[in-house]
């Protein structure tokens, strides 16, 4: 399910952004970097407009910072109450992270691996990528099964590393793919439509944003305090609220982009980030 919990999440002082993020983007970056962008059905007609690049964040955190946000996700975790989480998590954006732009641009190494991940089995789908056709084809020679199938996917995007977000990525995508088996389990991961990649997509996002929470707001889920059951289900409602709120920014930015370039889907994955926390901080 969920990353590790035990860190009580970055403190006052701080950079909104670790120093080490930049350097993990280019790993990400150069992952399945041939591989087209999002093949998406294009109304004819229809204008692609320009997205803008993330913003990247300089600030240094305030003290108290995730105060607001502990107090309403533990509201959440007692009582189960949608309104605290929702609360909660536009606390987490506005103040914790300096507004919803700032709280995207440090999820950007996400929302790269995320657009990675859509492009990666589209063109895995479509054999427009020589090195990803012949990836297919020696995994397929190996008759693997669906869960082999998801090693194989998240090793190839996401290998293992020694940062959160490394983690982070690995456990999100990983859920995510297994996630999509369960909703539907003829899916063939290899031969994808459109739809169920953007499916993948949302399921993928919602994971790293709640693992985001989970890593900076601090243990709750697992308060020795809570009956395991109880904070097992909280999660799990706090994961499907979060996922219903990415799929809505998401089909959103599809209709207006139906047929991104590689550059724009990753501005777009930004975006629905983006939009997903300043949809929570207007509830505040």
């Known amino acids: 399910m969920g990353t590790s919990t035990s860190s009580a999440g970055p403190g006052a002082g701080a950079s909104l952004d ?14 399945a970097a041939s591989a087209p962008a999002a093949n998406v059905a294009h109304e004819p007609g229809t204008a692609t407009p320009a997205l803008a690049p993330p913003t990247f ?9 995730f105060s607001a946000a502990r107090r309403n996700l533990g509201d959440f975790v ?17 103040k914790g992270m300096g507004g ?3 709280a ?37 020679a190996k008759n693997p ?30 859920a995510a793919l297994s996630e999509l088996i369960l909703l539907q389990p003829d899916v063939d991961l290899l031969q994808m439509s459109d739809t169920d990649t953007w499916t993948l997509l949302q399921l993928f996002l919602g994971n790293e944003v709640c693992n985001r929470l989970e890593f900076d707001i601090g243990q709750f889920f697992e308060s020795a305090k809570l009956n395991p059951l109880l904070g097992v289900k909280r ?47 207007g509830v505040l």
């Not at 964040?57 to 910072?65: F, H, I, N």
């Not at 009582?79 to 954006?93: F, P, V």
């Not at 082999?148 to 999100?172: C, F, K, N, T």
């Open 78 to 94: 007692r009582t189960g109450n949608k309104g605290a989480l929702a609360r909660s998590i536009g606390h987490y954006s506005r």
């Open 18 to 31: 670790p120093p080490w993020l930049n350097q993990l983007l280019p790993a990400i970056a150069t992952t």
């Open 145 to 174: 099964s669906s869960d082999d199938v998801v090693d194989a996917i998240v090793q190839e995007l996401a290998p293992p590393g020694g940062s959160e977000d490394e983690e982070s990525l690995r456990d999100s995508m990983a």
């Open 235 to 281: 999660e799990l409602e706090m994961r499907e609220f979060v996922k219903n709120e990415v799929g809505v920014q998401l089909t959103t930015l599809r209709a207006k982009t139906p047929d991104p370039s590689k550059q724009q889907l990753d501005a777009l994955v930004q975006e629905a980030v983006r939009m997903t926390f300043e949809v929570y901080e």
């Open 104 to 140: 995207a641009g440090r999820m950007r190494a996400s929302t790269r691996a995320g657009a990675g991940l859509v492009s990666f089995l589209q063109a895995a789908r479509d054999g427009t990528d020589t090195h990803i056709a012949s990836w297919v084809q020696n995994l397929l």
């Open 57 to 65: 964040s300089t600030l240094v955190a305030p003290a108290g910072r």
């Open 100 to 102: 919803a732009t700032t």
